[in-house]
T-cell receptor, first 116, second 112 residues
């Protein structure tokens, strides 16, 4: 079965610091999809990025960047020059396909606190 | 364009009672998935509905059941509530076999 591990339970940084959130995954599928979601205190999961297994190019979106490495089964997320508004729980997830339907398998999340 | 909506926002029940949670998918989406998120944990998949049928089910007891209506909206029913059912229940919608699931704000259920 698919598995996602986020070893960092909580991270605390000071504003403007860079921070990297780690994600390691396990899958037997040759084609798979990885995701990052942000969950602010309000509770709603906000989609950040989707990455296909056949596209190993790193992606940058503003202050956010993602490093996908198939060789180490990792999909790490870096926030550059962090801001207080980045404080949230961040989840890494993997799509698991069964019988033609798909479900998300989530890690336990990393709680990021950015202090002013 | 409305996103995924869920009702109610909060709910308080006592052990043994039954509860129904509701979800309306994002416009253009026909597949609805339900997740349970206990405090401090990642969301856990409950089940998924497409074409008014349960397509896949996670490791949840039969006390958890669901329904999807012709307009693609969905309900999650939980019978014989236990204290351990207290959680945030998240609904996600997607296009069939679409790779992106969009989440609603969730319903926070407290069982006393």
């Amino acid at each position: 079965a698919q598995k996602v591990t986020q070893a960092q339970t909580e991270i605390s940084v000071v504003e403007k610091e860079d921070v990297t959130l780690d994600c390691v995954y396990e899958t037997r599928d040759t084609t798979y999809y990885l995701f990052w979601y942000k969950q602010p205190p309000s509770g709603e999961l906000v989609f950040l990025i989707r990455r296909n297994s056949f596209d190993e190019q790193n992606e940058i979106s503003g202050r956010y960047s993602w490093n996908f490495q198939k060789s180490t089964s990792s999909f790490n997320f870096t926030i550059t020059a962090s801001q207080v508004v980045d404080s949230a729980v961040y989840f890494c997830a993997l799509i698991e396909t069964q019988g033609g339907s798909e479900k998300l398998v989530f890690g336990k999340g990393t709680k990021l606190t950015v202090n002013p | 364009d409305a996103g995924v909506t869920q009702s109610p926002t909060h709910l308080i029940k006592t052990r043994g009672q039954q509860v129904t949670l509701r979800c309306s998918p994002k416009s253009g989406h026909d597949t609805v998935s339900w997740y349970q998120q206990a405090l401090g944990q990642g969301p856990q998949f409950i089940f998924q509905y497409y074409e008014e049928e349960e397509r896949q089910r996670g490791n949840f007891p039969d006390r958890f059941s669901g329904h999807q209506f012709p307009n693609y909206s969905s309900e999650l029913n939980v019978n014989a509530l236990l204290l351990g059912d207290s959680a945030l229940y998240l609904c996600a919608s997607s296009a069939h076999r679409g790779r992106e699931q969009f989440f609603g704000p969730g319903t926070r259920l407290t069982v006393l």
